[in-house]
Every structure is written in structure tokens, then in C-alpha cells.
């Protein structure tokens, strides 16, 4: 066979299965973005497919296009491969290939310069894949993995539809105009927003046990009662009003104003400016002319803490009139209120109110996951409470694809008293670099679980006695093991608060156990669309179970310290980040019950459980 006919077939053939591939392609790509998996394949595995498709048809194309070029049969010159309509040559249907090429050319290169080109320069739309980018190279490594990464991003663009679009003129916002504040606000207390004097004068802060119904009250710690009420007994809503008084409804702007020199900052974990968060809300819903969502996240996923808990059950209405003012603030035009349980009582309490807005309740699964932000907005747009990939963030594209404000409750809260009183109140408890206070569940052997409420920058020995413990668990079950001589010298930080949990470990008890039997939870609760949740915690739990058993431990303590390194950052959510914190302070701070265990021995003489676990997932 001829030269000339070995070209023939190879363009043909090229061209037919460059065909049938972007097909596939495009249909996998849909499947991705409605979060679809094909039968018999978990959804990672579909994201897989279609990468490795997409990579397939992208080598094909070349192919075929080379073959057209060099094929002497016909003249096609590079040229007419770029030019549209310029070849001789069939220039009608050269011309749509070559258009059609030119136009996935800018889709590649717009999305390869994305970074630089930023979301001024290009309108960007969500990409259909995704979660492929959840398996990116640490930062350490990006010298060794660019290629990859380059590959990935060709992949990407070209299944979702992503390039260059037509710039257009930001549509009129629907909710009130709001003017962003800098990152580092004025000094505060210069425009309260109320001037009411708050009618607190006790100083016993309230705490609550977790299972019980009443509240009791601690002495050990003094500061004005402010989130939790009084006596441990449910407000209503006229007990509600004639404590705090009724909430001002005034100017956005300047409500807005006092949050930023209140500093105020959120309770969910991620410790962001909460008046940042408002302004991009409102931002995304005027740029892209949809009326944003509001979210109060109650969804205590965390089984260690019950703050949130204890919140909405004696001051339910301080978190919704919280929800009220953000609603006004960002222009929302629907609001839900997210929970596990006790759901019924919540809607008792609306049920007393006369709000401009309706708010729904929504009862979440009692997963660790659900609470996480993108989880609690699929789950109200009526999918599975399943993380999604960060970009775009739920601010800009959210429940029933709008932008969504997620807020933690506890926030709410204090903002709705930030509203009545203003921000040189709110700045009279805490630090001038961390304001405030902030709701902590401590769990103390022997002694129950309670829920505190306290000021940053109180030592944590005045929260929780460090008599006989051993280390301290900081944050909850994605945050820090401390030493109990270095928490003795430690304060109460938004650094370290994490989901605001505080728990003691005794001397007699196995740090390393403890941490198995959570790190087996953490895996079981993942949600599994990506390497790092499907393969990675599984294998580190697995190997943690070793560490926690006496005997010889050969290489897993390396082994578990090289998988945390891979996994870490390469997530769709922030879980395996979480759970690799958790992981590396576990092996400082036990490191002698480590050489311990390796030796033959358990130093504890206390092996029943401490930390919570649920009991279908221990």
C-alpha cells in the first residue's frame, strides 16, 4: 500500500473516531455536571472516564489534522487549517472545521491563561469536570507535576464549554447597593449602629449540657451572658423581645459598616469576615442579576460538638433575626434554616414571628459532611448533601444555582446583637486582633458535656481543668492535639476554635486509639468522589489502627506521614485537609505512646471510649 493511501485511511479513520469521541465526550460532560455517574461506575470513576476520553479525543484531532495537511491527495495547507473559508478546497465545510478549530483553540488558551487573565478578563462558567481538579499536585510539588496540571486544565476546558464570552455590562442589583469595605476596616466604634444599652447585667456565663434539656449555670467563668439564655430556659418570642428589645431594620449600608468595625468573623470553622462574606453575596446576586439565597447552617455534622445545638434551642430567635438582617442585607429572596433534628421546635418559634421574609426549615442527614457549605446548598436544591468542587464557590453560584450566603448560626446570632448594640460593644469582650466571644463545648471526664460561653484571649485552663490530662483536643475532630503543658499556656484563638470543641484526655487514656476510632469515622463519612477521600483516608485510618495496637510498626508511622502529604490540599472539599491535621498533631503529640506501642506496650489503663462516635460508624 502506497504512502498516499496510507494517509487517505489514516485521516478518514482519524476523523471518524475524533468524532465519536468528542460525542462521548460532550455526553459524559453533561453527565458530570448534573452530577451523574454512569451505571456501575461510582461518580469518580465517570469523572475519570471523561478526562481520559477527552485527553483521547484531543490526540485524535491532532492526528487527523496532521494527516489532512501532509495527505498530498488533496491541498490543504496549515493556513487553510487556521483560516476559515481560505482553502480551495471544500471551502464551505473546511471552513466550519476550521472555525470550529480556531474556536476550541481559544477555549484551550483562555483557559490555560485563566489565572492570569483573572475574572475580569473572562466571564468564567462552572466546569463540567471539576472534580478532576481535586486530585492536584501539592504546592511543594508543583515543579514536578505542571505537565500534569497543564494536561488536566486542556481536559477540563475543553469538555465544559469553557472560553472566552462576550463581556457584558453588570445588570441593576435586585438587593440594596452595597459598596465593598477594605479588608481592614476603620477603627471602631465610630458609627454604632444602635446605641441601646444591652439589658445584661449577670455575670455567670449560661452552659448546657448536650443531651440534657436543662441548662445549668458555671461559675469558673465570668463575662455577660450574651447568646445563651439566662436560667438555661427557652426564650419565646416575647421573652425574646423584652430582653433584647425588637431588632432595627435601618440602613444596609450602615449595618453593614458597624460588622466591619465590630470584626466579627464566622463561627462555622473558617473564621471568615462575615461582613466580606455579605458583600460578596451581594456583589455575585448584582453582577449576575439573580436574587440570592440565605442559608443559616445549624447542621452540626460534628459529633464532638453541640453548640449550635444548644443554640437554637433557648435563643432561636436571635439566629433568626440574624437571618432577617442578612436576607435585607444581601437582598435574598428566599431563606432556609438548615438542622439535624429538632427541627419542630424551630418551626414553632417562625410560626410566633411576623418576618418580611418566609423561612424554611430544612432537616439535613446526619452525616459529618452535611454542614459543609457546598453539601448544605446541593441538598437544599434538592440533590444529595455530597460536597461539590470549590470553584464556583457557593457565593457565586449556590441552591437553585444563585449566589448563597452560607451562615453559620452562632454568627447570626451575634450579628442580630451587633445590630442592637453596636460594634464598641461587641469589641468589649475579646482582643483588639480577635473581638468577641464564642461558644465552645467542653468535654471533660467526669464531668459531663457543657457548652460555654467564653471570650477569645481566656486561657484555656480557665475552660477546662488540666489536672491529670495528658493533651488536649483543640477544634474538634478536624483540628489539633495539644500537649497539656502547651494548652496550659494557650489561649482561647479563632485560629484554633475550629467547630469550637474543647476536650480533655486524661493521662489514663490512649491518644492514639482515640484517634483511630475518629480517624475510621472521618474516612466512613467521606464522601467519596475523589482520590484523596476514596483511596487516601481509608489507607491512613487503616494504618493508624496499627499504630494504635502494640507491637512493631515497621514503616507505617513513615508511611502514614508520606499519604497525609499526598493527600492533603488535592480534595474537592476541605475533609481531607481536616482529617490530615488531625493526623500529623497525633503523631508529635504521642509520640512517646508511639515508641511506646512499638516496644510491645500501651501506657493508658483506661481503654473505654472518650470522643464521640457515632455508634453505626464506630
Not at 421573652?239 to 470584626?263: K, N
Request: include cysteine; hydrophobic fraction near 40%; proline fraction near 8%.
Amino acid at each position: 500500500m502506497s504512502d498516499s493511501a496510507l494517509l487517505w485511511y489514516a485521516n478518514r479513520a482519524t476523523g471518524a473516531v475524533s468524532l465519536v469521541l468528542f460525542t462521548v465526550v460532550v455526553l459524559l460532560g453533561i453527565a458530570v455536571r448534573l452530577r451523574g455517574r454512569l451505571p456501575g461506575l461510582p461518580r469518580f470513576g465517570t469523572v475519570r472516564l471523561h478526562r481520559t476520553l477527552s485527553l483521547s479525543a484531543v490526540v485524535f484531532l491532532a492526528l487527523h489534522i496532521t494527516a489532512a495537511v501532509v495527505d498530498s491527495y488533496v491541498s490543504i495547507s496549515l493556513l487553510d487549517v487556521l483560516v476559515p473559508f481560505a482553502s480551495t478546497y471544500q471551502p464551505l465545510w473546511l471552513g466550519l472545521g476550521t472555525v470550529a478549530l480556531d474556536l476550541m483553540l481559544a477555549v484551550l488558551i483562555t483557559s490555560l491563561l485563566r489565572a492570569r487573565i483573572g475574572h475580569r478578563g473572562l466571564a468564567r462558567r462552572p466546569l463540567a469536570g471539576l472534580g478532576l481538579l481535586a486530585d492536584r499536585a501539592h504546592p511543594r510539588h508543583r515543579h514536578r507535576h505542571g505537565h500534569r496540571r497543564r494536561l488536566d486544565a486542556v481536559a477540563d476546558a475543553l469538555l465544559s464549554g469553557r472560553g472566552p464570552h462576550c463581556l457584558r455590562h453588570p445588570r441593576r442589583p435586585r438587593g440594596p447597593s452595597i459598596r465593598p469595605y477594605p479588608v481592614h476596616p476603620a477603627p471602631y466604634g465610630r458609627i454604632p449602629y444602635a446605641r441601646r444599652s444591652p439589658p445584661m447585667t449577670t455575670t455567670t456565663t449560661v452552659t448546657a449540657t448536650a443531651t440534657a434539656t436543662v441548662a445549668t449555670t458555671s461559675t469558673d467563668i465570668y463575662m455577660p451572658p450574651r447568646l445563651l439564655a439566662p436560667g438555661g430556659a427557652p426564650a419565646g418570642f416575647s421573652t425574646h423581645e423584652q430582653r433584647y428589645g425588637p431588632v432595627a431594620h435601618g440602613d444596609p449600608a450602615q449595618l453593614l459598616r458597624t460588622l466591619a468595625e465590630s470584626g466579627l468573623t464566622g463561627r462555622g470553622g473558617a473564621a471568615f469576615p462575615t461582613y466580606r462574606k455579605l458583600v460578596s453575596v451581594a456583589e455575585a446576586g448584582r453582577r449576575t442579576g439573580r436574587t440570592p439565597v440565605v442559608v443559616a447552617n445549624g447542621a452540626e455534622g460534628e459529633p464532638a460538638s453541640a453548640k449550635d445545638k444548644t443554640l437554637l434551642r433557648l435563643s432561636p430567635h436571635l439566629v433568626l433575626d440574624g437571618l432577617q438582617l442578612v436576607a435585607e442585607l444581601v437582598g435574598a429572596g428566599e431563606a432556609y434554616l438548615a438542622v439535624e433534628d429538632h427541627a419542630t421546635p424551630l418551626e414553632a418559634a417562625l410560626a410566633e414571628r411576623r418576618d418580611p421574609l418566609r423561612v424554611r426549615t430544612v432537616r439535613v442527614p446526619k452525616r459529618f459532611l452535611s454542614g459543609q457549605s457546598s453539601a448544605l446548598t446541593q441538598y437544599v436544591s434538592g440533590h444529595a448533601a455530597l460536597p461539590r468542587h470549590q470553584r464556583p464557590p457557593v457565593r457565586e453560584q449556590g441552591a437553585h444555582r444563585a449566589p448563597t450566603l452560607v451562615q453559620n448560626v452562632e454568627t447570626l446570632a451575634h450579628l442580630a446583637l451587633i445590630a442592637r448594640y453596636g460594634a464598641d460593644w461587641f469589641r468589649s469582650l475579646g482582643t483588639p486582633a480577635e473581638p468577641g466571644s464564642a461558644l465552645c463545648t467542653v468535654h471533660v471526664p467526669g464531668r459531663g458535656i457543657r457548652v460555654l460561653e467564653a471570650p477569645f484571649g481566656m486561657p484555656l485552663h480557665r475552660l477546662l481543668p488540666l489536672g491529670g490530662i495528658g493533651a488536649v483536643l483543640v477544634g474538634g475532630y478536624h483540628g489539633t492535639w495539644l500537649p497539656a503543658a502547651e494548652a496550659a499556656t494557650r489561649t482561647l484563638t479563632v485560629a484554633d476554635l475550629g467547630a469550637g470543641v474543647l476536650a480533655a484526655l486524661p493521662t489514663s487514656r490512649c491518644g492514639l486509639a482515640e484517634t483511630a476510632r475518629v480517624l475510621r469515622y472521618l474516612a466512613l463519612e467521606s464522601a467519596g468522589q475523589c482520590g484523596p477521600c476514596l483511596n487516601g483516608l481509608p489507607r491512613i485510618a487503616a494504618a493508624f489502627q496499627t499504630l494504635a495496637a502494640p507491637g512493631p510498626l515497621g514503616g507505617t508511622r513513615e508511611d502514614i506521614a508520606r499519604w497525609a502529604g499526598l493527600v492533603e490540599g488535592r480534595g474537592a472539599c476541605h475533609h481531607p485537609d481536616g482529617t490530615v491535621r488531625l493526623v500529623r498533631s497525633a503523631l508529635t503529640t504521642f509520640a512517646a505512646e508511639l515508641d511506646a506501642h512499638a516496644a510491645g506496650h500501651c501506657t493508658a489503663t483506661d481503654h473505654s471510649p472518650l470522643l464521640p462516635v457515632p455508634a453505626n460508624r464506630n
